[in-house]
């Protein structure tokens, strides 16, 4: 164990942070099983999964941070309540977090990061999102109205706002899949982004194929035995396709961007999901005080954004940015990774960032290198499928990603591992992981 | 117990109409049985103690228990009511010498008060020494089990057969029979064949402290019971059952504050993940309880490769190849106690369940073989198994009523068992005070009609 027995630690020097495990619900389909659960249900029984599988009820943990990305009003305390109807000691601390679908990563950085200051020994991070359960609010006249009519004095006052009410107001505002400064929908923006890179429809669905090949693959091998625990009567990822094929996705009809070159179909684009994931994270001597072996180390992350408003930079580039700061901060380069997880978002996200990376000129331009970043082995990208075949419940894409990284370094025995994951608002979170 | 436990005659009895109903018809009365508690007398009045012969060594050990437990020792040829009456008949020689038998339990079975307990003691016709004595020695099983089916109101009545050399290892199969754990175990032999050692001091409330068990097949019915029973007895839980019933399974993990490990028994490596996750979680395994199985029914006739093969290899196969990393050394640890659950249908066979009676007659085997294996023996280690009868699980839930309401009423205490009532049996078996019963099948079927 490469902990640090016998060797005096200074109080300033960070601690090693270990990633423990994780669970998660398979994810479903936006309004399949999934459909009456709540961002609290989703979340308190994956916590509880994750519990059950480390013995950990009755517990006091250093904290639990987790988030959603759809959130509603009454959830303003979601994690600590979540919490308090698990099976962890009710003294457990918790916050939510936001950070659109870098969520579950941040929110695994975060916890990671107090690890390492000695802050705390141990942490939960994780996400939930439904978009079965979304929140609707009043709309902005109603709600103005409404504050109008409290603030009246007589009832002569009432009745005049109450009668200023126009059946119009009466609609609600439900979220939207849109970025508030463009109007535009996240898939309408890498459209955009896709054909400025050129991404082929084939690439897209090939892309896609392997994504839904390879988590079929993986659950029939038992990978997901310890990462997974079924939920109202799921036991695998509703959106996956173990027999799709290029000749099923190829048939299908574009349905972001306009016209000829439009490429981004329902196949090669992630469907609404609900879903929720939690990450284990300790210091060395936590997890030997508890009989847990690590699977991986949390060595660093990374945030970065783009100015897609105003800027030139793509809606969901920013991770292309993120990667090139974290590895000059280990010296490392593309080459020295094992395993690579790019969250697929869209299949043309996946591919635009590793043609960015291998494009000379935008990795001295734009990303201020000497020359391309360099190029990924397909054979280390994704290998246990990525969102478009699970699904992409927002916030919990981070905590399938870091959970399921860990143990496939685990199972390697070494080596390293690199996650990216875009976000809405041109954001991006990326992370190192290393074979415990 | 909510629905699963529904059992519409009983209501029916609670009831003055439907109680007038029942005694006018002559109807079957189901008592409500004597169940363990924590902080429950080992029994609710007197026991009474007989014996045959000038020297009765087990009556004396008996003694002592009962002693310790503040039991009154009453007079066999009182009248006062008793909660039981135990006879020490290990020293018989002849077929006459059984009239002790009638002389004491006969005017005692009128005193017992409801769940009471007859408990004969005997020694194994195997050991016997001449002809009349093996005779002796074996009538006593026709003799307990006819009396098992006397019995009214709860009471049970057990033969315990004691290996000579092994009466310093009866004390936890005696406070067994005599306690609320054996409520739904009636009518049945079970030998202390010896070959432990005497255990030299028991928490008895806490019996399992500090031990670490393997359920499998945890996550609901007849297995979470044996999870949650271990876990009250002092055991940390390694609750195991397929992925697919994780969600149920990390309830019971989390209510017992035990560990969930989702694995498939017929996995290739499921008995390594399991001995890794106890040593390494838990640090060792103590116990292990193969409680997982499955129902594929059909006629023998209309029974396909996939049917039989599923079930012998959940049921049976598996228990096999798991063993491989459980009994290697590293794995179950010395004095360890394994427990394997088989079946009645494993004993008397039962029509549409060829492949199922099969894998659990074959889990008696198992048990039987292993039970008396040297090496384990050497090493401390027990194998047992229990054959629950009908107990009022889900699965028997799915029963079509006719067939359901026969079930549960074809036995001597005219109901179906629980899965506590599996449990606590299982967890009794799990003992270190056990250490000298190993290879024996325990029946939990209330005197089961079927197979008897």
Redesign the interface.
């Known amino acids: 164990m490469p902990c640090c027995k016998g060797v005096a630690v200074s109080k300033s020097s960070p601690r090693r942070v270990a990633v423990l495990g994780g669970n998660r619900v398979p994810f479903a389909r936006s309004g399949g099983p999934y459909a009456k659960a709540t961002n609290a249900d989703l979340l308190t029984?994956t916590l509880?999964?994750l519990?059950?599988?480390?013995?950990l009820?009755?517990e006091r943990l250093g904290e639990v941070v987790a988030g959603a990305v759809l959130k509603h009003a009454r959830d303003w305390n979601l994690t600590r309540e979540c919490v308090l109807g698990?099976?962890l000691d009710a003294t457990t601390p918790a916050y939510d977090l936001q950070q659109a679908c870098g969520t579950g990563l941040e929110a695994a950085i975060l916890v990671a990061n107090k690890i390492a200051l000695g802050q705390i020994d141990s942490g939960i991070a994780g996400g939930t999102d439904t978009a079965s359960d979304p929140p609707m609010a009043l709309s902005n006249e109603l709600r103005a109205v409404l504050l109008r009519l409290n603030r009246a004095k007589t009832p002569m006052d009432r009745a005049k706002v109450i009668a200023s009410i126009r059946p119009g107001h009466l609609t609600p505002a439900v979220p939207q899949n849109v970025e508030p400064r463009t109007g535009m929908s996240m898939g309408e923006h890498m459209a955009v982004t896709a054909k400025e890179w050129g991404v082929t429809r084939e690439a897209q669905d090939e892309l896609a194929v392997a994504s839904h090949r390879n988590l079929a693959a993986a659950y029939d091998r038992?990978f997901?035995?310890?990462l997974?625990?079924?939920?109202?009567g799921l036991?695998r990822d509703g959106n996956l396709r173990p027999d799709t094929t290029l000749e099923k996705l190829a048939s299908l009809a574009p349905v972001f961007g306009k016209g000829e070159g439009a490429t981004m179909t329902a196949g090669n684009s992630t469907p609404l999901t609900d879903g929720a994931s939690a990450v284990l994270l300790s210091s060395a001597d936590w997890a030997a005080a508890?009989?847990?072996?690590p699977l991986a180390w949390f060595v660093d992350g990374q945030a970065a954004a783009v100015d897609y408003v105003n800027g030139a930079d793509g809606l969901l580039t920013a991770p292309i940015f993120a990667v090139p700061t974290l590895l000059a901060r280990h010296g490392l380069t593309l080459a020295d990774f094992d395993f690579v997880e790019i969250h697929e978002a869209f299949a043309s996200t996946v591919l635009v960032t590793l043609a960015a990376w291998e494009d000379e000129t935008f990795c001295r331009e734009r990303l201020g290198l000497p020359g391309a970043l360099g190029s990924i082995d397909r054979s280390k990208l994704n290998v246990n499928g990525s969102s478009l075949a699970a699904g992409h419940p927002f916030a919990a894409t981070g905590g399938r990603i870091v959970a399921s990284l860990a143990k496939m370094l685990h199972e390697k025995g070494s080596g390293r591992g690199l996650i990216s994951i875009c976000a809405a608002g041109g954001q991006g979170v990326v992370a190192i992981l290393e074979a415990a | 117990m909510g629905i699963l436990g529904s059992d519409p005659y009983a209501s029916l009895l609670a009831s003055p109409l439907g109680k007038r109903m029942v005694d006018s018809l002559g109807l079957p009365k189901p008592a409500t049985l004597r169940r363990y508690a924590v902080d429950a007398p080992l029994l609710d009045g007197p026991a009474l103690l007989g014996w045959f012969g000038d020297d009765h060594p087990i009556a004396e050990r008996i003694r002592a228990i009962l002693d310790v437990e503040g039991v009154e020792v009453g007079d066999p040829f009182d009248t006062l009511p008793a909660a039981a009456v135990i006879v020490d008949l290990s020293g018989i020689q002849e077929p006459a010498d059984l009239e002790r038998l009638r002389a004491v339990v006969a005017p005692s079975l009128k005193r017992l008060t409801s769940s009471g307990r007859v408990l004969v003691i005997g020694r194994p016709e195997a050991s016997a020494t001449s002809a009349a004595q093996a005779a002796a020695r074996r009538a006593l099983v026709g003799a307990t089990k006819s009396v098992a089916k006397e019995m009214r109101a709860g009471g049970t009545a057990n033969l315990l057969l004691v290996a000579e050399g092994a009466d310093d290892q009866i004390e936890a199969a005696i406070r067994f029979l005599l306690s609320g754990r054996s409520a739904y175990v009636s009518g049945q032999v079970i030998e202390v064949t010896g070959g432990g050692s005497a255990v030299e001091r028991t928490e008895w409330a806490q019996p399992l402290a500090g031990k670490i068990a393997v359920v499998t097949g945890a996550a609901r019915g007849i297995g979470a019971a044996i999870a949650e029973v271990l876990a009250r007895d002092g055991a940390s839980i390694v609750a195991v059952d397929v992925p697919a019933a994780g969600q149920a399974l990390a309830g019971v993990a989390n209510r017992l504050r035990g560990t969930a490990l989702q694995a498939d028994v017929t996995a290739p490596d499921a008995g390594e993940r399991i001995v890794d996750h106890a040593h390494l979680r838990h640090g060792g395994l103590d116990i292990v309880v193969h409680n997982a199985g499955i129902t594929r029914d059909k006629l023998l006739a209309n029974t396909d490769e996939a049917r039989w093969a599923s079930v012998l290899g959940v049921n049976l196969e598996s228990i096999l190849r798991m063993n491989d990393a459980i009994l290697r050394p590293g794995g179950l640890g010395d004095g360890g106690r394994m427990v394997l659950v088989s079946s009645i249908a494993g004993i008397a066979g039962n029509r549409g369940q060829t492949n199922y009676g099969a894998s659990k007659a074959g889990v008696i085997g198992l048990t039987h073989y292993l039970g008396r294996d040297p090496g384990l023996r050497e090493r401390g280690i027990t194998v047992n198994a229990v054959a629950p009868g009908f107990i009022e699980t889900e699965m028997t839930g799915a029963v079509p009523f006719a067939t359901r309401e026969i079930g549960r009423r074809l036995n001597s205490l005219q109901q179906g068992g629980r899965p506590v009532d599996v449990a606590e049996t299982i967890a009794w078996l799990s003992q270190d005070a056990n250490a000298g019963v190993s290879g024996q099948v325990v029946r939990v079927c209330g005197q089961s009609l079927i197979g008897a």
């Open positions: 029984t509880d999964g519990v059950a599988r480390f013995g009820a009755g698990t099976s038992g997901f035995d310890d997974v625990t079924p939920y109202l036991a508890h009989g847990i072996a």
